[in-house]
């Protein structure tokens, strides 16, 4: 029996191995999940999946299942939890770092608070934006002729969320109301209350008083639904 014993021991272990859950499949099921999951970001995506510990012995899975941390994003430094339901379930976490190379917008000159941004003024550069601030702006066109509400200095990047429109109605301009639907359509004559950029919803009193609100437009009009 003894001469048996270690080819017995070697079939076992050679086994165990071959039921063990493969660690390049396992970067696999994570990187085409992300892959998926940051479809649509305006960039190109490169998803780098962490190191696996090879000491980590899991039982082969037929369809392993990746899903997202809670709180996470396919977005810069994440985790992703990969698990198996069959036949016996177990669950791990994976490390993994989403890099988007795409353009972005930073100022070519310095921008003054309360002025509105014309075209000299940008520069379209290029970059990881999953290094970058939050609501990093993409496009001039998100840009041009807004006005920021901070001192911007030059090279850095724009946020959107540090920009305001210009107002296409200011308070105390005479505006028109304008309201129209299946046959007919009104207008009157009002001042505005307060600023409103394109879009925003403003209140008009009119010239009997009364107090209507509407959406400003460009060209000192406001439209009004009944």
């Known amino acids: 029996m003894k001469p048996l014993l270690p080819a017995l021991l070697l079939v076992l272990t050679s086994t165990a191995y071959a039921d063990a ?6 970067r696999q099921t994570v990187d085409q999940f992300l892959q998926v999951q940051s479809a649509g970001l305006p960039g190109k995506v490169t998803v780098t999946v962490g190191n696996i510990d090879t000491r980590m012995k899991l ?5 392993p299942e990746a899903f997202m941390m ?40 310095p921008l003054a608070q309360g002025q509105a941004i014309v075209e000299s003024q ?19 066109a998100q840009v041009l002729g807004r006005i920021s509400n901070v001192s911007v200095s030059a090279g850095t990047p724009v946020r959107l969320d540090s920009l305001r429109s210009k107002p296409v109605v200011q308070t105390g301009q005479l505006v028109r109301l304008v309201s129209s639907g299946a046959g007919f359509r009104v207008s009157a ?6 600023n409103a ?25 406001v439209e009004v639904a009944f």
């Open 122 to 140: 940008l520069v379209t550069q290029q970059g990881d934006l999953t290094t970058l601030p939050a609501s990093i702006a993409t496009d001039k």
């Open 197 to 221: 950029a394109e879009g925003q919803t403003v209140q008009v009193r009119t010239a009997g008083g009364q107090a209507v609100s509407g959406v400003a437009r460009a060209g000192g009009l």
């Open 70 to 109: 809670p709180g996470s994003k396919p977005w810069g430094k994440t985790t992703v939890g990969v698990r198996c339901a069959a036949p016996s379930p177990w669950t791990v976490y994976i490390q993994a770092t989403v890099s988007v190379l795409g353009n972005y917008i930073a100022a070519a000159a």
């Open 59 to 63: 039982a082969a899975c037929p369809a």
């Open 21 to 26: 859950m493969d660690p390049a499949q396992l």
């Open 189 to 194: 004559e009002g001042k505005a209350a307060a």
